[in-house]
């Protein structure tokens, strides 16, 4: 589904990211781990389609397609999806607008109808319970005025509503106390399916604990210097991520 | 500039056209007014840009063109379908319907129904016709033109040299309107000058809203100047609304006054969505102790439209409370200024105001001038403001297009969001709706170059790179 080949990026100038090889197949969750610094966000958000973000190399293909030529918007209709760290407040547009200027866009897209008021809060109803979210989120200006775990619900909730193909959760678990955790935790769950597959790009094990996955890479410095199962997710968690430092500084001690 | 003065001379000559016929004198009261106004205009003429209130606002255009009254003693009439489509979805309230700013009785909503004892409104000439008869115009006497003054407001003298007609609405003391009243005018001839004047009158401890709409049927030039004047007795509360969509090769011309009194309430909201150039001089004066003033406009101009508004604020008496919020959003070569003046006299300590000026800048061409005037001469006050200008941030740009929105329609949501600060606070549902629904409308225009079209014209383009 997700190829990543070679891939390097920066922003203003600053290299991030260095010759990232990813593969990412249908109804895989991989498991992106590393310390502050390391390059996760930047990752996630060149997924996207930041335009802060420079790609200086490398390619990224999915489902066949060159993501890197695409619009942020158009990789959005493709089934993209990026749950923000720091999910962005919009005064004035309430979050109902925007989740259906956004369904109806991905719907569009699809090769769906529209979906009119009704079909709508119709839809909606049943992603609300998903998670434990009431009527009255809606009506709130998008993420204005919300808590922390308000936040990362509501784009639980996008990412319910918009079914997206990949779906990358960006520290979606930072911030969140373990109620929070685990009803995110648990509307993710419910959204896995074998046609799609989800990056989970995280600092802490914690979150793996519910979201079990397929693979685990780790993140030092802008590259990929470990992979493995979820074995390796819980080790970095008994050793701290000290450990990889102390293994790259033997590594490239010359023999 | 000669042109300008040749203007003047045709105002003047009218005047003196209509002094002859004995016009002037209806009612007798306003003879001496109208010719004190007159005075004033004959004196002063049009702003300059060399006034400090008209730096920024070049009436050379207006002054330059030779607008008249509408020609003809008609009451004016409207198509049944035209009077149809003036209506708001959903606003069955009284309506008083003006067209170039001569009452139209058939278009209007019967002024005796649907009003609750103890609120009248009728138009201002038949008002003053009244009043030429018998006794109950006193109060006609005591307001008109006694709050929004001829000196130092050409404008306002202009329209009180010429007043004629407009809507009168007067509430009774301890009474409630229950509805909004809706005041609405109609332009319909390219080149014609209306000069409508509005005067609310609401005594102790009584509760009216009102709401002046500004529908332009011609998309010619053509020149409103409006004063409305608010008397706000008492304890009592008036929430006012104008929502203009004049033709954008209008000139439209706005003096506000409103005088409130002890423990009084005002409020204004200005919709400024038409009109060449669009000037709103608008003034709340504390008269009393108490009282309380909510300011709020919004404006969504493009191409050359010119919007001013000059706002003062008048704390002349202790422990009153004013607001000021004025948003507005600018494309193509538009411009827009604001002066916000908060007058706190030695006497009003306690005074707590509060001025907020935000401009969306949605392209290059755009120019601001906007202006905190704080003059203070009391010590325990509490004075704000604040102004800020920009575009719109990239990172709610990115999140909206993240969640598949093309970047036009992204930025139409983001300064539809902008605007709602605004419109929100407009509490009539079915007025709250209309604004919103123009609004929509107008930002996905002023925004449109949807990528939604270009994908559908080349669906392959993009996905075969």
């Not at chain 2, 709103?280 to 050359?304: D, K």
């Not at chain 2, 009003?348 to 704080?374: C, F, I, M, R, Y």
């Amino acid at each position: 589904m997700l190829e990543i080949r070679s891939l390097s990026a920066g922003v203003a100038g600053k290299a991030i990211l260095r010759n990232i090889d990813l593969d990412v197949r249908a109804g895989e969750v991989h498991a992106v781990m590393g310390p502050n610094g390391s390059g996760k966000s930047t990752l996630a958000q060149v997924l996207a389609g930041h335009p802060a973000y420079t790609v200086t190399g490398g390619e990224v293909r999915y489902r066949g397609e060159d993501l890197l030529a695409m619009s942020p918007e158009r990789r959005a209709r493709a089934g993209v999806f990026l749950a923000f760290q720091y999910p962005v407040e919009i005064p004035g547009v309430s979050n109902a607008t925007f989740l259906k200027a956004a369904v109806n866009e991905v719907r569009a897209e699809r090769g769906l109808e529209e979906l009119d008021a009704m079909e709508f809060l119709e839809v909606l109803e049943q992603k609300l319970k998903l998670v434990e979210m009431d009527r009255s989120f809606l009506s709130r200006p998008v993420n204005e005025g919300f808590s922390g775990g308000e936040k990362k619900r509501n784009e639980i909730l996008q990412m319910a509503v918009l079914e997206p193909t990949l779906a990358i959760l960006d520290e979606t678990d930072s911030g969140l106390d373990i109620d929070a955790l685990r009803v995110v935790a648990h509307g993710v769950n419910r959204l896995r399916r074998p046609d799609k597959a989800m990056i989970l790009i995280t600092h802490y094990q914690r979150i793996l604990q519910y979201l079990e996955p397929d693979h685990v890479h780790v993140l030092f410095d802008g590259r990929i210097v470990r992979s493995g199962s979820k074995d390796l997710a819980l080790e970095l968690e008994r050793r701290g991520y000290d450990w990889i430092r102390e293994d790259l500084a033997v590594a490239a001690r010359p023999a | 500039m000669a042109t300008a003065v040749s203007t003047r001379a045709r105002y003047l000559a009218d005047f003196a056209t209509r002094e002859r016929e004995g016009a002037l004198e209806r009612p007798s009261w306003l003879g001496p007014l109208r010719r004190a106004a007159i005075s004033t205009f004959a004196e002063a003429g049009f702003p300059t840009t060399r006034e400090e209130d008209w730096r920024y606002t070049n009436l050379a255009p207006l002054a330059q063109m030779p607008f008249t009254p509408v020609q003809t003693h008609e009451p004016p009439e409207l198509s049944g379908t035209t009077v149809a489509r003036l209506g708001i979805e959903g606003a069955d309230w009284p309506r008083l319907v003006f067209v170039d700013g001569r009452y139209a009785r058939r278009a209007s909503t019967p002024t005796r129904q649907t009003l609750a004892d103890g609120v009248r409104i009728s138009s201002l000439a038949d008002a003053m016709q009244a009043d030429a008869g018998h006794g109950d115009g006193a109060r006609l006497e005591r307001h008109l033109a006694r709050h929004a003054k001829p000196d130092g407001n050409v404008f306002a003298a202009l329209n009180t040299a010429f007043v004629e007609d407009g809507a009168l609405v007067e509430v009774r003391a301890d009474t409630a309107a229950s509805q909004p009243i809706e005041l609405v005018f109609v332009a319909r001839t390219p080149g014609v000058l209306a000069q409508p004047r509005i005067l609310v009158i609401a005594e102790r401890g009584s509760r009216v809203t009102i709401v002046e709409r500004y529908v332009a049927l011609v998309d010619d030039a053509y020149f409103t100047n409006v004063v409305t004047e608010v008397a706000i007795g008492p304890g009592a509360s008036v929430d006012h609304y104008v929502v203009q969509e004049q033709s954008v090769r209008a000139f439209h011309v706005a003096t506000l006054h409103a005088a409130i009194e002890r423990d009084g309430s005002f409020s204004t909201c200005g919709v400024t969505l038409g009109g060449r150039l669009a000037r709103t001089t608008l003034t709340a004066e504390f008269r009393g102790e108490g009282g309380a003033a909510a300011l709020r406009g919004l404006y969504v101009i493009e191409g050359t439209q010119h919007v001013d508004h000059h706002v003062t604020v008048d704390h002349a008496v202790p422990r009153c409370t004013s607001r000021q919020l004025y948003k507005g959003v600018l494309d193509g070569s538009a411009r827009a200024v604001f002066n916000g003046r908060i007058v706190v006299r030695p006497d009003a300590q306690k005074t707590d105001a509060n001025q907020t000026n935000k401009h969306l800048l949605l392209s290059d061409g755009v120019e601001v001038d906007t202006k905190p005037q704080l003059e203070i001469f009391a010590d325990d006050v509490k004075c704000t403001h604040g102004a800020a200008e920009g575009q719109l941030a990239p990172e709610p740009l990115f999140y909206l297009r993240s969640r598949g929105l093309a970047e036009p329609a992204a930025r139409a949501l983001l300064t539809y969001g902008f605007a709602r600060e605004v419109v929100e606070r407009i509490a009539p549902v079915p007025l709250q709706a209309y604004v919103d629904r123009q609004l929509r409308a107008l930002t996905e225009r002023l925004l449109q170059r949807s990528d939604r079209t270009a994908v559908e014209a080349a669906p392959s383009t993009k996905e075969n790179r």
